[in-house]
């Protein structure tokens, strides 16, 4: 493992606002470059009431703004929600502002239910022209060519490293064929993980961005001083995640002691198998959850994400995970 980030989502816990969800985002992006986190990335979503993350571009600016050597980027941007050209000109005019610290992981879902998808795009193509719509982005962030009529400005000869993000094979086998890094959104998608990083690795063809695969995994971390203490923080984020799984999607919910009487069984099974790629608990036993992982699946670069309602316990969670991966990171550089 070479680098360990952060994956945020800026949830709106219940009984506040959008701004203050965004205000924690700074707020834990500070914590985490000053922890030794590598990346800070934030996801495209829309028409939820629990994530400020929508306009993506802008929070991404609002973040690097406030920090100073943290690479910020999207994990990601939903592609056929907009046309290349127009990303190129957000991400270039972000790197143009803020120099070898922008990334763009790119996704092809809607990120949202088939409504909002339709607000968004307005005509929804029948073709999947996600491979496509890839090239001519990576295109704008080229140098310039003598004849090229359409061109990113800012954007072009910026280079902003371009990831290709998934959780199925799809993007294992596109990310392997273009050449680009690749980043496997197992902390909520967990069943194609392996697969999906064997696919990667062994078809990846090397390009100008990459000579050799380079694969990251997501993982949730909840972490506290106690193995108690974490699950009862945890329990904000399990019944969030089941209740947008029951249609019924609202702001990051207060901890809950026992979560039964809400959640039916069955859907607690999902939630806990979709939720599975994840640490829970005090640092002795986030460490060896997450060296668990590391050590299974062999990731180049390990990404934690994790919903807590008090912000403070959420920075909390993540020094705590940032202080295991840094030593797991120590151990396997001496192995």
């Not at 959850?289 to 180049?300: M, T």
Request: charged fraction near 20%; aromatic fraction near 6%; proline fraction near 7%.
């Amino acid at each position: 493992m070479k680098h360990f980030s952060l994956l945020d989502l800026s949830p709106v816990p219940e009984g506040k606002t959008a701004a203050d969800a965004l205000t924690n985002t700074v707020d834990l992006a500070r914590a985490a470059e000053k922890a030794g986190y590598h990346r800070y990335w934030l996801a495209e979503h829309h028409n939820m009431p629990g994530i400020a993350s929508a306009a993506t571009a802008v929070v991404i600016g609002h973040v690097a703004a406030a920090t100073s050597t943290l690479r910020v980027g999207a994990g990601g941007i939903m592609l056929p929600n907009h046309a290349p050209l127009v990303v190129a000109e957000q991400f270039g005019t972000l790197a143009t502002l803020y120099p070898g610290r922008i990334d763009l992981g790119l996704g092809r879902a809607p990120g949202t239910d088939m409504a909002t998808a339709r607000a968004l795009r307005r005509h929804m193509a029948p073709e999947d022209g996600f491979p496509q719509d890839v090239a001519e982005l990576i295109g704008y962030f080229g140098e310039t060519q003598d004849g090229t009529s359409v061109r990113a400005i800012p954007g072009e000869g910026t280079h902003v490293p371009v990831w290709i993000l998934g959780s199925s094979l799809y993007g294992a086998q596109l990310a392997a064929y273009l050449g680009l890094p690749y980043a496997f959104a197992s902390h909520f998608a967990p069943d194609m993980l392996e697969e999906a990083l064997a696919i990667y690795r062994s078809s990846f063809k090397p390009s100008e961005t990459l000579s050799e695969p380079y694969a990251m995994m997501a993982a949730g971390v909840c972490a506290a001083e106690t193995d108690e203490e974490a699950v009862y923080l945890r329990s904000s984020q399990i019944l969030a995640f089941a209740r947008l799984r029951t249609g019924r999607p609202g702001k990051l919910p207060l901890p809950r002691d026992d979560l039964s009487a809400e959640i039916p069984a069955p859907v607690m099974a999902q939630v806990n198998h979709a939720l599975s790629c994840s640490a829970t608990g005090s640092p002795a036993t986030i460490r060896d959850r997450l060296q668990g992982l590391i050590e299974k699946h062999r990731p180049d670069e390990l990404m934690v994400t994790g919903m807590i309602h008090d912000p403070a316990a959420r920075i909390r969670s993540f020094e705590i995970a940032s202080e295991a991966l840094t030593d797991l990171r120590s151990v396997s550089k001496v192995a």
